[in-house]
């Protein structure tokens, strides 16, 4: 008997050595704090709301530095993933509510050998979600943008009663050239920014 529990032991072992590794998306392990960091800095003038007397034709000049260093500390990045040449990753920041929520946001980013930003998408917006729920639901649209599955689903005009993507939805789209959000409507487009 102890020969076959010993046995049964081995073999287990052997085939949970032998299962092939889950991929993480955990930014701790594949970016050292310094790099984190770098990313939140790189894009949070994109990310981030407009300063005062900023506009998006001015919001990379110098004297606004020191605000979108200290609105940088407000967000967190929650996933990470390169592939392709592309940079993919999940932040949040905490969202006005009368209960801690926060609101996730799935990027898919390309920098230059210097770490300029060459490409930059806002793939999706989620809606204000506590914290656990917005952990959840944000690394299941995470994992769906990395491996370029649709995530039209999850839009609020297909995903019935369940919340996932505020944006984009009909009237709000990502605007890659601008690299902001947009509502379009029939005469113009305005930025949401």
Partial sequence: MRVYITTLLLLLVILGACKPSESTYAPEEHLSEREQKEILYTTIRYLGHLPKKGSHENKFEERFDEYYSK?????????????????????????????VKKVATGVKMKRDSNGEVVFYQEVFRTWKFEVPEMLEKGLMLFDKMVKGEDLSPYYIANSGEEEYIEFPDGKIQYDTIQRRWIVKSAQDAISLN
């Fill in 71 to 99: 609105l940088a500390l407000d967000y967190t990045l929650e996933a990470y993933h390169q592939a392709d040449g592309y940079e993919y990753f999940l932040v949040s920041r905490i969202a006005p509510s009368f209960k």
